[in-house]
T-cell receptor, first 119, second 110 residues
Framework: EAGVVQSPRYKIIEKKQPVAFWCNPI?????LYWYRQNLGQGPELLIR????????DSQLPKDRFSAERLKGVDSTLKIQPAELGDSAVYLC?????????????????FGSGTRLTVV | GNSVTQMEGPVTLSEEAFLTINCTYT??????LFWYVQYPGEGLQLLLK?????DKGSNKGFEATYRKETTSFHLEKGSVQVSDSAVYFC?????????FGAGTTVTVRA
């Protein structure tokens, strides 16, 4: 079974330019997450989708970041315009369902990430 | 809010040495606790987990016990191998959201 697929693996852009990241979750996983991992830190949640609906985007900087998940499958995360501080690894993850009452994990799986460098 | 604090690295060990990485957490309620591992060039992989107090998670020779009284979830392995070189992240779940520690880089020398 293919895992969570992300592209591109690496991206270098100049500041003020736009950039987009793509994620294909595990087949059948209805929940999709975007995390950002700054250098030397753990990942932090940006946005969560249940099917095609963004149910938690409270940590997404909405002035420059946007995301979509058309048809509840693939997702795209966009930054426009990019700033130097956006340099990080952007991780996509998917899971089968929202967490159960006992906190059980339902196949929470991460992709390999996209490493963004803004110069 | 919820947070995770883990031992700072980097940690450098010789093969067959004992490894321990400390992790403590702050949370409301009773979160599930996880250790994730990130090998060079790869994505985050779940290493082990524990969903309630006194549970012990184990995998690939690694173990961690959910200690509610000390709010800790320390990772241990009795005899490390070069292939264990990676970045290790402690995390807790708040319903659907994972909160991670900063990660600990472990290097095992032959």
């Amino acid at each position: 079974e293919a895992g969570v697929v992300q592209s591109p693996r690496y991206k270098i852009i100049e500041k003020k330019q736009p950039v987009a990241f793509w994620c294909n979750p595990i087949s059948g996983h209805n929940t999709l997450y975007w995390y950002r991992q700054n250098l030397g830190q753990g990942p932090e949640l940006l946005i969560r989708y249940e099917n095609e609906e963004a149910v938690d985007d409270s940590q997404l900087p909405k002035d420059r970041f946007s995301a979509e998940r058309l048809k509840g499958v693939d997702s795209t995360l966009k930054i426009q315009p990019a700033e130097l501080g956006d340099s990080a690894v952007y991780l996509c993850a998917s899971s089968l369902s929202v967490w159960g009452a006992d906190g059980e994990e339902y196949g929470y799986t991460f992709g390999s990430g996209t490493r963004l460098t803004v110069v | 809010g919820n947070s995770v604090t883990q031992m700072e690295g980097p940690v450098t060990l010789s093969e067959e040495a004992f490894l321990t990485i400390n992790c403590t957490y702050t949370a409301t309620g009773y979160p599930s606790l996880f250790w994730y591992v990130q090998y060079p060039g790869e994505g985050l992989q779940l290493l082990l987990k524990a969903t309630k107090a006194d549970d012990k998670g184990s995998n690939k020779g690694f173990e961690a016990t959910y200690r509610k009284e000390t709010t800790s979830f320390h990772l241990e392995k009795g005899s490390v191998q070069v292939s264990d070189s990676a970045v290790y992240f402690c995390a807790l779940s708040d319903n659907y959201k994972l909160s991670f520690g900063a990660g600990t880089t472990v290097t095992v020398r032959a």
